[in-house]
């Protein structure tokens, strides 16, 4: 072999290993949810030594690659590294920055697991978002090793709080996200109007590529399984 193909095996074997070294690799997995039967394109957060890491998903309307969706069916998988830590919350932005986008928080409340649409112009913690969104849970799971949802997001891609608007380009074929969890268990976690989050252990952004799996013409059919969120118990 001469030098010069030597160099270039190298660097395609190097180049062919890097996505899978890589944390948030930019493109998607494919995940089908054997309980609600759900494609979601999904990207993958691995464990750090501070937090066991999650996934997060999207399934998106049928047009979507071609016409900017505003709502979204998505999959929220957040690991725990020990049974202390499965309480924790995690929390996906959508617009790439915690800054003037809008926040998705779930953390678990019992058997249930709860959410709560959040909005900050400065990096302290995030008040209620005041715009014009709704989440509705599909299907949820919580136990020792962390927990689950499946929701749908309803205007979540186009946000709007005082003078502050944005909004996610979903016909741009890709998303600027970002994650973050803490291992440490919200307080006053039935109320959300009173939740207090702990800062995250671990943060980070991705630009996440949407491929064909992302959007489905069984999307509408698929929305018949969300239900209304678990009330909330907040003390007078
Ligand atoms: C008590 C609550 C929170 C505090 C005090 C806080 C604080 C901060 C600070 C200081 C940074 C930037 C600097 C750094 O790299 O460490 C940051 C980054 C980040 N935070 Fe938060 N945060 C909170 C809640 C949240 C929530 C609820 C989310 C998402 C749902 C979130 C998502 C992010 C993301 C994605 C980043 C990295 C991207 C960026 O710098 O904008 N944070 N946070």
Same mark, same amino acid.
């Given at each position: ?76 998988? =957040? ?14 932005? @959508?617009?790439?920055?915690? #800054? ?37 849970? #599909? ?9 689950? @949802?499946?929701?749908? =997001? ?36 039935? =109320?959300?109007?009173? @939740? ?5 252990? #671990? ?30 118990? =907040?003390?007078?």
């Amino acid at each position: 072999m001469t030098l010069r193909n030597t160099i270039l095996t190298t660097f395609v074997a190097v180049t062919t290993l890097l996505p899978g070294c890589q944390a948030q690799a930019p493109e998607a997995v494919v995940y089908s949810d054997p309980g609600t039967g759900i494609t979601f394109d999904t990207w993958n957060v691995p464990s750090s030594s501070k937090a066991g890491g999650l996934t997060f998903g999207v399934s998106l309307p049928n047009n979507a690659l071609k016409s900017d969706a505003t709502d979204f069916i998505g999959y929220l998988r =957040c690991t725990a590294t020990e049974e202390s830590a499965a309480k924790g919350w995690c929390g996906i932005t @959508l617009g790439g920055s915690m #800054i003037d986008a809008l926040l998705f928080v779930a953390y678990p409340d019992g058997d249930a697991v709860r959410t709560s649409l959040r909005f900050t112009s400065e990096y302290a913690m995030p008040g209620v978002y005041g715009g014009n969104a709704t989440v509705k849970p #599909i299907s949820s799971t919580a136990n020792s090793t962390g927990f689950s @949802l499946i929701f749908h =997001c309803q205007d979540c891609l186009h946000w709007s709080q005082g003078d502050t608007t944005g909004s996610a380009s979903t016909s741009s074929g890709f998303l600027d996200l970002g994650y973050a969890q803490s291992v440490k268990a919200p307080t006053n976690p039935s =109320c959300a109007a009173d @939740l207090k989050l702990a800062r995250h252990d #671990i943060q980070g952004t991705w630009t996440a590529m949407l491929d064909d799996h992302a959007a489905s013409d069984s999307y509408d059919k698929w929305l018949g399984q969300a239900k209304d969120a678990v009330p909330d118990k =907040c003390s007078a």
